[in-house]
């Protein structure tokens, strides 16, 4: 089977400062792409750009994907640099874990913006420019807990069970457009996403989701890897 390669494509990837995102846009300047960065900080953005290898062409724009004009400019400019764009990361992504009870309102309201009106956002401005390029990919990071319900994470598992479904649709609504959907759906991963924790070396690593990410990419234009589920090989075994 004769792979694709990923030199010279260009993408974008959002969350891309640390963690799964970090992880993915390391791994696509390495093959050689051309990788676009966001995040919401500065800060973030810089230190991140700063330790990208020196591969490819990587650069990044603060920008927040709850707010479409930010997004929209975020497209602009990756168009503008690499002149057009190949490939969509939607990573950005937060997450609140309360009882139902006890969640605020703008706790809910914000993991629904960022997890998923964004990656709407992100998808419906990316389009026409993954269409004028012939096609392209879209890989959405969503997360085992789109399938898997579990305690204290109602409005998560709301945002991720809604990924999942919006990225099927969207497969079925763009293939003939030569767009390809798939979305990775990670178990507990190694980063600062649920919080500092002592002995997480069981944890998926950021690298593993993101070498699932470019085996997708990579696939022959025939074929589309729908879904990938990542889990942990030997989680802690639960007591009682």
């Not at 913006?113 to 401005?125: H, P, V």
């Not at 497969?171 to 002592?198: I, K, N, Q």
Request: glycine share 12%.
């Amino acid at each position: 089977m004769s792979l694709q390669t990923l030199k010279g494509k260009a993408a974008v990837v959002t969350g891309g400062t640390r963690g799964i995102g970090y992880a993915i846009a390391k791994a696509l300047v390495e093959e050689g792409a051309d990788v676009l960065i966001c995040g919401t900080r500065q800060q973030t953005l810089d230190s991140a750009l700063a330790k990208l290898p020196p591969m490819g062409r990587a650069t990044g724009v603060v920008a927040d994907v709850t707010k479409l004009d930010q997004v929209q400019r975020m497209m602009a400019t990756a168009k503008e640099t690499f002149g057009g764009i190949d490939i969509l990361i939607n990573n950005a992504g937060i997450g609140y874990f309360a009882t139902v009870e006890n969640m605020k309102t703008e706790q809910f309201e914000r993991m629904l913006a960022t997890n998923l009106t964004g990656l709407f956002y992100c998808s419906r401005e990316v389009v026409p420019l993954l269409r004028e390029r012939g096609g392209g990919d879209v890989v959405n990071i969503s997360s085992l807990a789109g399938i898997n319900p579990f305690m204290l994470g109602a409005g998560y598992n709301a945002t991720k069970f809604a990924v999942n479904g919006f990225s099927e649709a969207m497969m079925l609504d763009h293939r003939y457009d030569g767009l390809r959907v798939s979305y990775v759906m990670p178990g507990s991963v190694d980063t600062e996403f649920g919080g500092p924790a002592a002995g997480s070396d069981w944890k998926i690593s950021p690298d593993d989701v993101a070498d699932a990410t470019l085996a997708i990419l990579k696939m022959p234009r025939r074929t589309t890897i729908s879904r990938i589920e990542i889990r942990p090989s030997m989680p802690p075994r639960k007591r009682g």
